[in-house]
């Protein structure tokens, strides 16, 4: 009995000597120490769904000076991690006393949120899930993670930090994972995904799995600060492949200029050649419609010729010349007619074959080439959103290309056509000749009908009389046969003209409609020309721009739970989910006590 109270009273000393606080062993006053450099490691537990449950801070001080530090931090608990030294916590003030080299300690937080808002979704075939209904389940698993900036706290962690999100699988779990914005990569035996999120940017992310009998570990959230320098690429290859697309536009821009001089010349020669047309129509048009009258008028003249021959043959003893001595006068106004319309004609053939030999020159300057125009599509989306700011699209593209198209279409047809007209007008190369010697005839027998009357109490003039006007008479009506055959091609040159004009017409409507989208094409090409002609300096300026919103080298880190805290070095983020686990039912069994150790034993005593 006496043995065992002395063992227990060495037992005591002994606790009590080691709980004692190792500042009673040393100096009463140690004096105000120093650190380099402060780091927050801020551990968080989040629930399934992303909202935060519990957090802590693991906070290391780099100590230079041993002595009296003070931190600052809304805790409602601080540990000691590094030795058994007592901390003095008032308020949101930390005192404790350290010796050179690294502290450690545990400040536990409460009602303290994040610097983002974290969502997590579960959805299973469709259906979205409580998570904690979820374990054990089987089917189509998808889960999806959005983060955005909690406004609530100071911006700085999220316009600064980089956001890591892993989420691990196991392969006899899940299968045919799917995560189009995650990269994928093997850790161990399982299947990890990770998903990063930018500073300043808020992303929603999906990855979707088949899952059989549902268990899960924790997604992990780490956030760091995206604090590091990047130094421009060398760009010298890019910039000189840039170079000689600039040079390519350059060219392109040039040759629709000239393009569109050569198209303003087409437009202003199948306009002149429209109105040419439309007169040289007009006037063909007028000659057919009194071509009927000139026939009647003709046939009239006919019919009374033969009538008059008719009544002066045979013999007579006392003719009556009264009506006769009129027609020398009808038929020297008639031949006079007659030579006013040759005039009119010749006018219409020279303008006719003048008319052709312009079309000719017009045509003539639409090239035969196909137009080939750099696609949209072929371009990267910068080098495309140039050619949409400069005002060239597609739609303009095209119809550059259809109106080219059709411009070659009626060249082509008329390449046909032209031989036809050629033909018929060398049948017309002098059309007013027939029509002047039946002129001259009808003055020469007018003369002789003169002569004739003259003399007609002789009856060596009446026979001469008759025989002029039966010759008259038959010479008139071969004259009126040709007349009628020449109205007759004026009447179909007038029905085949209506389609050429139509078409000319046309031609040149769809000339000035290319017209308007070539001056376009060349509005836009020239700005184009304009906006790329220092190309490669602008692609390094855009991205040494871009290369400077994800440079955070200049980022003094600040504290996470308190603003007094200085010489912060580095604050970091550590979080976690709740795992999705399959409850496990406990076994008993009944096990034989295992042999007690002496430690085990020595304690026995004191029970």
């Keep these: 009995m006496q043995h065992k109270k002395w063992i227990a009273a060495v037992m005591s000393a002994i606790l009590m000597f080691s709980a004692l606080p190792s500042a009673a062993f040393s100096k009463d006053d140690t004096g105000t120490g120093s650190y380099t450099a402060k780091d927050e490691v801020i551990y968080g537990n989040l629930d399934l769904n992303g909202s935060i449950e519990e957090m802590y801070v693991v906070n290391t001080f780099h100590v230079s000076e041993p002595g009296e530090l003070i931190d600052f931090g809304n805790y409602t608990e601080v540990r000691n991690l590094t030795n058994l030294t007592d901390m003095e916590h008032s308020g949101d003030k930390i005192t404790f006393e350290a010796e050179e080299g690294e502290f450690y300690y545990q400040g536990e937080m409460e009602n303290t949120v994040l610097p983002w808002n974290l969502s997590i979704t579960y959805l299973l075939d469709g259906e979205e899930m409580n998570p904690e209904e979820l374990a054990g389940a089987d089917g189509e698993l998808e889960i999806q993670i959005e983060t955005t900036a909690n406004e609530n706290i100071d911006e700085t962690f999220f316009e600064h930090y980089l956001l890591q999100i892993s989420l691990t699988f196991d392969p006899e779990v899940f299968t045919d994972i799917l995560a189009p914005e995650g990269t994928k990569a093997s850790s161990g035996q399982d299947q990890q995904v990770s998903f990063s999120v930018l500073p300043g940017q808020e992303e929603v992310f999906i990855v979707s799995a088949d899952v059989t009998e549902m268990e899960m570990d924790p997604i992990q959230i780490n956030a760091v600060p995206a604090n590091m320098s990047v130094d421009t690429p060398d760009l010298s290859n890019v910039t000189g492949e840039m170079e000689t697309l600039t040079d390519a536009i350059q060219e392109v821009s040039q040759g629709v200029s000239e393009l569109t001089e050569g198209v303003k010349e087409l437009d202003n020669g199948t306009g002149e050649l429209r109105e040419g047309s439309s007169a040289f129509y007009e006037g063909v048009n007028e000659l057919s419609h009194s071509s009927g009258e000139l026939i009647d008028g003709s046939a009239s003249i006919r019919d009374a010729l033969d009538q008059i021959s008719d009544s002066v043959q045979g013999e007579i003893d006392t003719p009556d010349f009264t009506e006769l001595e009129q027609l020398p006068e009808g038929l020297r106004d ?45 371009l990267s989306e910068e080098q495309a959103g140039l050619l949409q700011e400069s005002g060239i699209d597609t739609d303009t593209i095209s119809h550059l290309i259809e109106s080219h198209q059709a411009a070659q279409q009626f060249k082509s047809s008329y390449a046909v056509l032209k031989e036809e007209m050629y033909t018929e007008l060398e049948k017309m190369d002098d059309p007013a000749a027939p029509i002047e010697e039946l002129a001259g005839t009808l003055e020469t027998v007018a003369t002789e009908i003169e002569n004739g009357l003259s003399q007609a109490d002789q009856l060596e003039g009446l026979t001469q009389l008759q025989e002029g006007l039966s010759t008259l008479s038959s010479e008139y009506s071969t004259f009126h046969d040709g007349l009628a055959a020449y109205t007759e091609g004026v009447d179909t040159l007038s ?35 304009s906006e790329t002609s220092d190309l490669p300096n602008q692609m390094e300026e855009e991205v040494e721009e871009r290369l400077e919103e994800f440079d955070f080298s200049d980022f003094e880190p600040i504290s996470f739970v308190s603003k007094e805290n200085e010489d912060v070095d580095i604050v970091q983020f550590v979080l976690q989910t709740e795992p999705i686990e399959i409850e496990q039912v406990e076994e008993t069994d009944e096990r034989e006590e295992e042999e007690k150790g002496f430690w085990d034993k020595f304690l026995d005593l004191f029970r």
């Design 495 to 529: 029905s085949s003209y209506n389609e050429l004009n139509n078409g000319l017409h046309s031609l040149s409507d769809g000339t000035a409609e290319l017209r308007n989208g070539v001056v376009q094409l060349e509005e836009g090409t020239n700005e184009l020309a």
């Design 334 to 378: 008639f031949a006079n007619g007659l030579r006013e319309s040759t005039g009119s004609l010749s006018a219409m053939t020279e303008g006719f074959s003048s008319m052709l030999t312009e079309l000719d020159q017009a045509l003539e300057a639409i090239p035969d080439e196909e137009i080939t125009l750099p696609s949209l599509d072929d």
